[in-house]
């Protein structure tokens, strides 16, 4: 049920994160490469989402939410908009800090904006081991 939308998910991303995934075979198909446009990133999850699957959107840093605010919001109320009917799970990963070498875009985060969108849980996650254990 899982679907891993981002840039550049299918050659394992700018982290490694998609990495192993990319290289097996029965697990490839699930990396859906999408241009950087994160407000389509959202909107192709809360599709996935509303049909049952749980999609995971990789960012290459968390600017880019500022970028997709508008889907993310969206994404975010449409469990109201179905009356509380309809869950609608979806993971967004989006990395943040310096160490990422991508210049001064990492070191700058939308969580603050993000924070405020109703329906939204967000998680900062300080480490990758607490990164790891929050995906399983």
């Excluded at 993310?72 to 449409?78: K, M, Q, V």
């Excluded at 009356?83 to 939308?110: C, E, H, M, R």
Aim: aromatic share 4%; glycine share 14%; proline share 7%.
């Amino acid at each position: 049920r899982r679907v891993i939308f981002g840039e550049d998910v299918t050659t394992g991303g700018h982290v490694g994160l998609t990495r192993s995934i990319a290289l097996n075979p029965e697990l490839s198909a699930r990396l859906v490469a999408t241009p950087l446009v994160p407000t389509t990133m959202f909107a192709h999850a809360a599709g996935v989402a509303l049909a049952g699957g749980m999609p995971i959107v990789v960012l290459p840093s968390a600017a880019s939410l500022v970028d997709g605010l508008s889907g993310l919001r969206e994404l975010a109320r449409l469990r109201a908009t179905t009356k509380y009917q309809q869950g609608v799970p979806a993971l967004i990963l989006a990395p943040s800090g310096a160490g990422f070498g991508l210049g001064g875009d990492t070191a700058w985060s939308g969580q603050s904006l993000a924070c405020q969108l109703p329906g939204l849980r967000v998680h900062e996650l300080g480490s990758p081991s607490r990164a790891a254990q929050t995906l399983r």
